[in-house]
């Protein structure tokens, strides 16, 4: 189990080793039952003092992720009488934890696809509100055509016709670009990927929104990147907070959701992406612009990207195509200039050799038609209408003291709970009646907040939304009661 300790960081020894810790458990990587190393070991393993390892299991044990038994161990999560009983042959893994590696957390793809059956959890579509027949009809017709496409590779740049089509497409959203410029990604998470292996090492210094996307924590945590977080407020990322931070730390990365923040809907104000872009430009950092669902708005369109406002290249723009058009396709791309460009092209090379030339020619002939057009028309009104829905249901149900965030757009729906109410408890409750959503826990990069939860109104129809948000409100009702008639309980 390697923990990367920043002994330079402002967060204590103690509380590193605790979130790395916790960190794997909610990724499944230390898993239910895993015996620990010794508090000695530990301490010895990361060159801490034994009272840092101590500090750093008791809260650990105190919050319910691990147990200690007596003349046995350390266990993670496990019931101490289950662990009591079982045989040695259930840890014969164990051995398993001397081989080192260098995942300090994996939160995202636990939440990513879920077998429940009401998934409020994934930021995807409905698979009935996408084109498939007709990208049905494009791969047949490409298959006809060219039988021979499977057989060859793309340009590890990705398909210039794709390229030289997105090109127009960024242009008509004010992003400047050439098709030299544009590098076709598996998917936004491989952009962001690209950027933190070519550019993000450890004790390099990455400033994230809190909440954020779970997937680029994961990412920017794999590199031992010293994570700091600026909160977000409805007008997007405090950009005061922002220039204090950057003040005092010279950060390498600055990485934003400003269009329909994932997960809190909040859009950054004009005035804010042009004081983030000067921001950067002082202290000669990167920004990335991750813009996933910018088209799927529900009133006004929001501002143009920050990338628009980009005339020396520190803004490296990820558009996605996966989420409102094609999931199976896995199509993104990502816009930069210069030298940035040049490397971040080498690194798809050391990556993949470039992405499936099959898919990138499926979508082509989507891009720039009237069809795209209607498409976005269509899906915007689908999902206001799912939001809507949504919306009211909480309105009608939910209790006293919970709030939530209405967004103008985007896929999800921020809702936070009373502040001694763990999201991660609540989850669990909500796996009995086959409802899943995702914790508020995965998407802070430092800080411990247990009592949000982001569910997603995109993918499940109608009335499994119906199903589910009632289940829900119902769900936190029945917690918010039980606290009261504790709270309210005769002492003696």
């Not at 038994?69 to 893994?93: C, H, P, W």
């Not at 030339?357 to 069809?371: A, E, G, M, Y």
Request: glycine share 6%.
């Amino acid at each position: 189990m390697q923990i990367e300790i920043q002994r330079n960081a402002e967060v204590s020894l103690s509380k590193q080793i605790y979130q790395s810790i916790v960190d794997r458990i909610r990724s499944g990587l230390l898993q239910d039952g895993l015996q620990l190393p010794s508090v000695r070991d530990l301490s010895k393993q990361l060159g801490v003092s034994l009272v840092t390892a101590v500090k750093a299991y008791q809260q650990l044990e105190q919050e319910g992720f691990i147990t200690s038994i007596q003349g046995k161990g350390t266990f993670v999560k496990m019931n101490r009488k289950a662990a009591e009983e079982s045989n040695d042959e259930l840890f014969s893994y164990d051995w398993q934890l001397s081989v080192q590696d260098y995942l300090p957390r994996s939160q995202f793809g636990r939440f990513h696809l879920v077998p429940e059956k009401i998934n409020l959890s994934s930021s995807m579509i409905d698979p009935g509100l996408l084109p498939n027949r007709y990208l049905e009809r494009e791969i047949h017709q490409i298959l006809t055509d060219n039988p021979r496409i499977l057989s060859q590779y793309g340009e590890i740049q990705g398909d210039i016709h794709l390229r030289k089509a997105m090109d127009e497409y960024l242009k008509r959203v004010g992003v400047p670009s050439t098709p030299e410029n544009i590098l076709v990604t598996s998917g936004s998470q491989q952009g962001i990927d690209l950027v933190a292996r070519t550019f993000v090492g450890p004790g390099d210094v990455v400033v994230m929104e809190a909440p954020t996307y779970p997937g680029a924590i994961d990412v920017f945590r794999g590199r031992g990147a010293i994570i700091l977080t600026v909160p977000v407020d409805k007008d997007g990322m405090r950009v005061d907070i922002l220039q204090n931070l950057c003040d005092k730390h010279k950060p390498k990365i600055i990485y934003t959701i400003p269009t329909f923040h994932n997960p809190t809907g909040a859009v950054m104000t004009s005035k804010r992406r042009r004081q983030m872009l000067e921001i950067a430009q002082s202290i000669q950092c990167l920004i990335i612009e991750d813009d996933p669902w910018g088209e799927i708005y529900f009133d006004k369109k929001p501002p143009s990207p920050i990338k628009s406002l980009d005339h020396n290249g520190h803004v490296i723009y990820l558009k996605g195509l996966s989420k409102t058009l094609a999931p199976g396709c896995r199509i993104g791309i990502l816009a930069a200039s210069g030298t940035v460009f040049n490397r971040l092209l080498a690194a798809k090379a050391n990556s993949d050799l470039g992405s499936p030339l099959l898919t990138q020619k499926s979508v082509l002939p989507f891009i720039n038609s009237k069809r795209m057009i209607d498409h976005y028309k269509k899906l915007r009104t689908a999902l206001r209408i799912r939001r809507d829905l949504v919306l009211e249901l909480l309105s009608q149900h939910m209790p006293d003291g919970v709030s939530w965030v209405i967004p103008d757009g985007g896929l999800n729906v921020w809702i936070s709970l009373p502040s001694w109410l763990d999201s991660n408890q609540v989850l669990l409750e909500a796996k009995k009646q086959q409802l899943t959503f995702l914790p508020g826990s995965a998407c802070y990069p430092v800080e411990q907040e247990n009592h949000h939860l982001r569910i997603s109104y995109s993918y499940m129809n109608e009335p499994l939304l119906q199903q589910g948000v009632t289940t829900l409100c119902t769900i936190l009702q029945s917690q918010l009661s039980s606290k009261q008639v504790h709270d309210s309980a005769p002492f003696f």
